[in-house]
C-alpha cells in the first residue's frame, strides 16, 4: 500500500476545492489564507505540478485538482468515521481538548479541578498548545481557538472577546507612580510579548500608546518574551508593565497580583474571540456534553465579571464598535 503522506496539504486542498477559495477554506480549518497558500504549495512541490492557476484576480482549481475533488472529501468522511469507531468503551470517560498554552495556563487550570470535582471518573486530556489541530483527523472531542468564525464541517459557539491593556503588580504601580494621569512611559520597564497572534486588533505597547496619546518615543524599550506566560509571571514578581490580554491577565487581577494602573478605560478591543469548535453533528458521550455545559456557564460568568470591572471606569476603549459592553463581547 502506498504510505500516506501530506495529510494537512490535503485537508487543505480539499477544503479550498469545496469552498472555492483559500479564505473560505481558512475559516473552516482556523488557520489564515496564507497557511492553507503554503500548505498546497507544498503539495504542489511535492506532486511537481500545479494544482492551482494563480492569476491577478485569484486561483482557479486545475482539472487535475477537480477530478480529486470527491474522492477527497469521501476520504476525510471516511477517516473521521473509522476514528470514531475504533474509540474503546472505556474511552466513554475521556474529553479531548486541544487549546491554546496561554488560555490553558492563565484562564482554564485555575478553575479546572471544578469539573473533576463533579466528574470524579474523567479522563480529562488537555493539549495545551498553539499547534493547528484538525478535529476531522485527528482525535479530540473540542478545540478552544482564538480566531475567526469556522464554517463547515465545523460547528462553534463563541466564548468571548478579549481586549488588550497593561498590567503590572501592585508595588511596582506604586513605584513608577502610574495612574490614568500618566502620559509617559519613559524609565518605565516594559515586558513585551512577542509572537502574539494574526488578529490585526491585537497591538504592542506602540499601538496601545498612540490610541492612549502616550509619549511614542519611550514604547518599544524593555524585555521582550515569546510566551505569554513567562511575561506575567515577570509582571507578578514586578518586574515590569506587561501589555496583555484582559483574558490572560484576569485570575492574577482577580486575586490582586496584578493591577490596571490606567484604569480599565485605556483598553484596546481585539478583533478575534475565543471559540469552543467541535465537528458538526459529532454524538457527544455524557461526560463530553457535561464538559461543554460546564465551559460555557464558566464563559457566562467570566463575561459578567469582566463587563463588571471595565465598567468600573467610563467606557472609552478604543475600538469603532464599542459602546456598552454587552453580556457576549468580553
Not at 473509522?82 to 486541544?98: D, E, F, I, P, Y
Not at 458538526?280 to 459578567?304: C, S, V, Y
Request: with cysteine; glycine share 8%.
Amino acid at each position: 500500500m502506498m504510505r500516506l503522506s501530506h495529510l494537512n496539504s490535503l485537508r487543505a486542498l480539499e477544503a479550498t476545492l469545496r469552498h472555492g477559495s483559500f479564505s473560505a477554506a481558512a475559516d473552516e480549518l482556523g488557520v489564515t489564507p496564507a497557511a492553507v497558500g503554503q500548505r498546497v504549495r507544498t503539495l504542489e512541490k511535492y506532486l511537481g505540478k500545479a494544482l492551482f492557476e494563480r492569476t491577478s484576480t485569484g486561483s482557479n482549481a486545475t482539472e487535475d485538482a477537480k477530478r480529486v475533488e470527491a474522492q477527497l472529501t469521501t476520504g476525510f468522511l471516511a477517516i473521521a468515521s473509522g476514528l470514531k469507531q475504533l474509540r474503546s468503551q472505556h474511552a466513554r470517560n475521556r474529553v479531548s481538548v486541544t487549546l491554546p498554552a496561554s488560555f490553558a495556563e492563565n484562564w482554564l487550570t485555575p478553575s479546572i479541578s471544578q469539573f473533576y470535582q463533579r466528574h470524579a471518573e474523567v479522563d480529562l486530556r488537555l493539549d495545551a498548545s498553539n499547534r493547528d489541530v484538525d478535529l476531522l483527523a485527528e482525535d479530540f472531542d473540542f478545540a478552544i481557538r482564538y480566531g475567526r468564525p469556522t464554517a463547515d464541517p465545523l460547528q462553534e459557539t463563541v466564548l468571548f472577546g478579549d481586549y488588550v491593556l497593561p498590567v503590572c503588580s501592585p508595588q511596582f504601580a506604586g513605584q513608577y507612580r502610574l495612574d490614568p494621569d500618566v502620559k509617559s512611559l519613559a524609565g518605565v520597564p516594559l515586558i513585551h510579548i512577542l509572537n502574539r497572534t494574526s488578529d490585526p486588533g491585537w497591538v504592542g505597547f506602540e499601538g496601545w500608546g498612540n490610541a492612549f496619546g502616550f509619549t511614542q518615543s519611550h514604547l518599544s524599550h524593555g524585555v521582550s518574551y515569546s510566551s505569554i506566560s513567562s511575561g506575567l509571571q515577570s509582571a507578578v514578581s514586578g518586574q515590569g508593565l506587561v501589555l496583555c490580554g484582559l483574558t490572560e491577565a484576569y485570575n492574577a487581577i482577580k486575586a490582586g497580583e496584578l493591577v490596571v494602573p490606567f484604569g480599565p478605560s485605556m483598553r484596546y478591543q481585539t478583533h478575534y474571540e475565543y471559540r469552543l469548535v467541535w465537528v458538526r453533528g459529532k454524538k457527544f458521550t455524557r461526560l463530553q456534553q457535561d464538559f461543554m455545559d460546564w465551559i460555557l456557564d464558566k464563559a457566562k460568568a467570566f463575561r459578567r465579571e469582566a463587563s463588571r470591572l471595565i465598567s468600573t471606569h467610563p467606557n472609552t476603549a478604543h475600538n469603532q464598535h464599542t459602546g456598552t459592553v454587552p453580556d457576549t463581547d468580553v
